[in-house]
């Protein structure tokens, strides 16, 4: 199935340092989502964008809605042991309720 | 936020043997259910749309017969592995559309299934 292209596909940071990760897609899309997965476990929902160009926070990470509506950005800011995991970001068009997932970003962070 | 589980959290059976997955949404009603498989080290890749009420649809690929799906209430969503074989290992992630619009997925923690 289709996949959004999400980069960088794995990151190696030390804690302290902030993250940033983007997801990309062909199509506009009228809704961004950001989810965490650690091993074994369902993915959690971090952040909801619905309109482009939004700056949206939860504790240290931000997200935003790009302009052209066919990108978004995560950022991490002063990460710690426990953000490791793999970030997926999740896209929606108009019209449909299936989201589309990007390929993951795997964080791991050396303390 | 809203709160979806899933039962049981793993289960191993024999091939040939049928296995069943509930996916449940604990504190809202969910029109809209969807079923993920998940490889390791992979992203999820969808298998189907569960719909209350009437029948699922599948994606291009996804055997409906090897996969029985039944959404029966608004809180409720079944996976039945039908005839289950080694290939049909994997972790099985059900999520559920939540809000006015179905703005928001939730995902539950994932159902790992091991076919010996």
């Known amino acids: 199935g289709q996949q959004l292209n999400q980069s960088p596909q794995s990151m190696f940071i030390q804690e302290g340092e902030d993250v940033s990760m983007n997801c990309t897609s062909s199509?506009?899309?009228?809704?961004w989502l950001w989810y965490k997965q650690e091993p074994g476990e369902g993915p959690v929902l971090l952040i909801a964008?619905?309109?482009?160009?939004e700056l949206t926070s939860n504790g240290r990470l931000t997200a935003q809605f790009g302009i052209t509506r066919k990108d978004s950005f995560l950022n991490i800011s002063a990460s710690i042991p426990s953000d490791v995991g793999i970030y997926f970001c999740?896209?929606?068009?108009?019209?449909?309720?299936?989201?589309?997932f990007g390929t993951g970003t795997r964080l791991k962070v050396l303390a | 936020g809203a709160v979806v589980s899933q039962h049981p959290s793993w289960v191993i059976c024999k091939s040939g043997t049928s296995v069943k997955i509930e996916c449940r949404s604990l504190?809202?009603?969910?029109?809209?259910m969807f079923w993920y498989r998940q490889f390791p080290k992979q992203s999820l890749m969808l298998m189907a749309t569960?719909?209350?009420?009437?029948?699922?649809?599948?994606e291009q690929g996804v055997e409906k017969d090897k996969f029985l799906i039944n959404h029966a209430s608004l809180t409720l969503s079944t996976l039945t592995v039908t005839s289950a074989h080694p290939e049909d290992s994997s972790f099985y992630i059900c999520?559920?559309?939540?809000?006015?619009?179905?703005?928001?997925?939730?995902f539950g923690p994932g159902t790992r299934l091991t076919v010996l």
């Open positions: 504190d809202f009603q969910a029109t809209t």
């Open positions: 199509s506009i899309f009228n809704t």
């Open positions: 999740a896209g929606r068009s108009a019209g449909t309720y299936k989201y589309i």
């Open positions: 999520s559920a559309l939540f809000g006015l619009a179905g703005d928001t997925q939730y």
């Open positions: 569960s719909n209350e009420g009437s029948k699922a649809t599948y």
């Open positions: 964008l619905y309109k482009a160009g």
